[in-house]
């Protein structure tokens, strides 16, 4: 019954199945197989065969930035990862961190990569140089430390304050990333130092908002102060009725406590 | 004295003149066959012996008899026959009269009579306001240098608001800007300034003007529009046929700010075809006033040329083509923010006259025009560090306008009906912007669009009417009708005002608007008509209402704001008018008393400390009177008196209307001759006190009298010269509708000498 007929046959039959599995074992890791993304690479990490990889829009600045992750392993991308992050600054004497979020795992519409944010409060530079810390585990148990060295540009748009009972707190101007004559969305962030390494959101303050041009001595009109709208942020509106010099002027208060003035300058 | 209506139309011809020989010849068949029991009709056109053209308002009468009629528009006219009476009289100011013996002409119908002019004035610019041809024109009227708004000095109801000594804003019967209508040979153009550095005024000179039209308030004839405080027509000149070559040089000097002039012409006249070109240039160095002072940098500079040619294929048809090119150089404005740095105007424009295109309609002209302005303004010459306004921030500016537009009418008349229908379509469209650079470099430059790409297009029809109907009654209506759509296309300017008026859903609305009058005259004895007027009617809010934006206004410090969701604003009117003499008696005038009613009242609306914005704010009321009266002394000697006055009250903001021109006329008396003329003029204002002090910057003037003298010489059959003092008791003086109390000039004496060739 073995006889070389029917092995050869068999073997034939195996080869195929085994070619036909094989094969649809390819087709479905091909479909976890990443791609380049179209966004600035900031660099990556690979531990335990698991590969983080970060990324940016524009190169990172003092400010919001949003990050994108891809995690693969050998060019598959692990599903459904579970991180965890933390941006650091380290300097001569300490180390601490800044507002930031930790990825949850989902892919963002725009790029299909995992995102979260960071709020940077100071640039790279002579004070100290910024990391992006993750643990990123895969497979349960399979997990990957590593860090990411950043650069991150200076810009005007964080400021932090001490209050006269020396707390300390965040303020952070998101939005309008590109102004333009008319009416503008306003988005603005307030954290809260709680320690080195803790920036928790401060959901209750209450601001007020005014738009100015030093140097037409006016502002405009039908601004909107920006609101509460969850973790953090506060949205609004702002109209900007020409181009030139502005000042953002926003009074902020916290459950009846003068949080003090505070102004960005912008010009474009 | 005559109610004339000022149409200018060319001349009928003999065809037509057999058609309505044939149509009465026929008629008269009929009336013999029994047919129609009309009373016999003697009717014919009336014409100017010396231009051709037609003479309206000509008072067409049996010499002892009252009963007359007047001839229409276009000159034509109709009358019923007397029995037993053989000669017909046909009179009119400005001409000698003419008796017509028709003792056998029978039913004869087709007269053409012809009026000779009193004077060769055929170079004169003619001034007419309503339905009367003023009695002064001037000594200077047929000065080619002169600015166009020395014309315009002393016309009851008219003023003008001053910004510099140069282009003055007609103001008329207290209203002005969205609200009169200013027109270059029936032919629209938007001014480019946004700060109403342009106006219409800027683009003409002397030289190209025939006459100046008036139209006071929402009036039928001759222009009629929606505007509620009227309109002013320049009427260009037309080059005449068979006057083979001709030409003449005009030079002249005015001595209050230096001022040279210099107008050249040349024109030839063949047998169809007809040009003239002409070209004006002025400089004028800085005025000088009453107190002795020079207000610095108040001088300007420009040149204008005038194109025009006439060309008639056929005895029913004309075409005209005119251009006018005006190119300014500086222009110093120095009682506001910025000096013109330049500005040029090219206006064309094609008329087409089609004279008696049937019976019954003597005739229709259509219009196709288009214009181009462009102004640029800047502060370079001004410290701004030490100003209060824009400190330390120059503020270059750049406007440019384009207007087109076709406009086509049509006058008929039957018996003692006369119908003028008009349809007019214009657009125009505007673009503005200003660059704010601060003294210090490193502060940024500031840019923002005063008007973003706006066009406004119109549609607008109208129907005028009016019957002689007997007893000496004149009887009118009149009836428009105006659609207007706006657009707002440049991409900052939307979002602009999409911040401005968040709960504004549409920025670009189309309007729909109406005007009706009806007017009622009676001619009480041959010396004496009295009449009513009575029209309503909306108005579309301009482009500068809607769509212009960060416009300072100097009259109170304001920047504005415009806004595209204005309502039409309502002008309710009535007039009462008197005329008395004619021009066979002694004294002779006209009185005018009117109300204007105004309701959605656009005005600007205090928005903070900075900025209004453009706002209906209720009801506004004006009134007042204009009153002209003429004195012929001798044959020669002619006294005239004029005075008008406007009161004017904003309901909502209770407080008297900004810029209303006080109680002010003018006195004179002049002597007339071929040789010598000369004129004596008092020109006086009361002050005014009734100012917008709450909502304004607006001052007290005090009132003043200034004294002019002119004589006119004709030394030559070619050759006249003209010498004047105005204000020859150098008075210090300051106008009321005079931005930032500019002071007038103080004495001037001026020098023209005019060859003909």
Known sequence: ???????????????????????????????????EPDLLKLGEFTDNGITVEAYAEAPLAVGYNKIYLEVHEAGVRVDQPSFDFTPMMHMENHSHASPYDI???????????????????????????????????????????????????????VKTFMTDDEQRYVLTWIEPAEPEVGMNDLAVALHKRESMISFPPVTDAVFEFEPWMPSMDHGSSNNVSPAHEGNGFYHGQVNFNMTGDWELRFDIVLNGEDLGHHVFELDF | MCLSWIFKLPKSKAMVMKIITLFTLLSLIITTAGFTSQPDTISGVVLDSESGEPVPGAHVYYPGHQNGTVTGPDGFFEISVRNGVNTLAISHIGYRDSFLDISDTGYHSSLTIKLHPLQVQSDDIIITAGR????????????????????????????????????????IRGLRDGRVNVLIDGM??????????????????????????????????????????????FAMAQPRLNTGFTGNLETGYHSVSEQQMGQAAFAHGGENLAFRISGTYRKAGDLRTGDGTRIVDSGLEKGNIFSSVLYRPTENHQFNLRYIGDFAGKIGYPM????????????????????????????????????????????????????????????????????????????????????????????????ADMLMEHVNPEIRDMYLVNLGDVRQRNTSISAAYQYFAGNGWLLGGNVQAEAGTNQLSERSAVNTFRAEYPGLENLEPTDVVYSIGLSAEKEITDRFQAGVRISDGYRLPSHMER????????????????????????????????????????????????????????????????????????????????????????????????ASYVLGQHRELEEPLPMIPPLKGTLLIQRQSDTVSVESRFRWAASQNRIAGQNSLETRTK?????????????????????????????????????????????????SLRISL
Not at chain 2, 338 to 343: I, L, P
């Open chain 1, 1 to 35: 019954m073995f006889n070389k007929k029917f092995r050869r046959l068999s073997g034939l039959l195996i080869a195929i199945l085994f070619a036909a599995t094989a094969c649809s074992d390819f087709n479905n890791n091909n479909s976890d197989l990443i791609s």
């Open chain 2, 336 to 431: 506001l923010l910025m000096d013109t740095r330049r500005a040029d105007a090219h206006i064309a424009g094609l008329k087409h006259t089609w004279t008696n295109p049937s019976n019954r309609i003597n005739s229709i002209t259509s219009n196709l025009y288009i214009n181009r302005v462009e102004h640029w303004m800047d502060d370079y010459s001004r410290d701004v560090t030490q100003r209060d306004v824009m400190k330390n921030m120059y503020m270059p500016m750049y406007g440019e306008t384009l207007t087109a537009g076709l406009t086509s009418e049509l006058n008929a008349s039957k018996n003692s009906h006369f119908l003028n229908l008009k349809i007019e379509l214009f657009s125009i469209d505007a673009f």
């Open chain 2, 188 to 233: 629209r153009l938007t001014p480019a300034c946004v700060d109403g550095m342009d106006p219409a005024t800027a683009y003409v000179e002397a030289d190209n003007l025939k006459s100046i039209e008036i139209s006071r308030g929402q009036e039928a004839y001759p222009l009629a529009s929606t505007a509620p405080g009227g309109a002013v027509n």
């Open chain 2, 703 to 751: 009132g003043y009298a200034l004294w002019d003298l002119f004589a006119s010489t004709r030394i030559t059959q070619n050759l006249i010269l003209q010498t004047g003092f105005e204000n020859l008791l150098n008075t210090f003086y300051t106008d009321h509708l005079s931005v930032n109390s500019m002071p007038g000039a103080g004495r001037n004496i001026y020098v």
């Open chain 2, 132 to 171: 009367m041809q003023m009695n002064y024109s001037g000594i200077y009227s047929n000065s080619k240098t002169r600015a166009v708004e020395d014309h315009m000095a002393s016309i009851s109801g008219l003023d003008m608001v001053t910004r510099a000594n140069f282009a003055k804003d007609p103001v």
């Open chain 2, 547 to 642: 769509y212009g934006y960060y416009v300072y206004q100097p009259l109170d410090g304001f920047f504005y704001h415009g806004n595209p969701g204005l309502k039409t604003e309502r002008s309710s009117q009535a007039e009462l008018f008197v005329t008395f003499g004619n021009d066979r008696s002694l004294l002779s005038g006209n009185t005018s008393f009117w109300v204007n009613r105004m309701d959605n009242y656009i005005a600007g609306n205090r928005f903070d400390e900075l900025f209004k914005r453009y706002k209906n704010m209720g009801v506004a009321v004006l009134t007042g009177f204009e009153t002209d009266v003429t004195v012929q002394i001798t044959g020669r000697w002619t006294g005239s008196a004029s």
């Open chain 1, 103 to 157: 990825p949850d795992g989902s892919r963002d519409d725009v790029h299909d990569l995992y995102h979260t944010w960071a709020i940077f409060t100071m640039p790279s530079g002579m004070m100290g140089r910024w990391e992006l810390q993750f643990s990123v585990e895969g497979q349960p148990g399979i997990v990957a430390d590593g860090i990411i060295s950043i650069d991150v540009e200076d810009s005007n748009r």
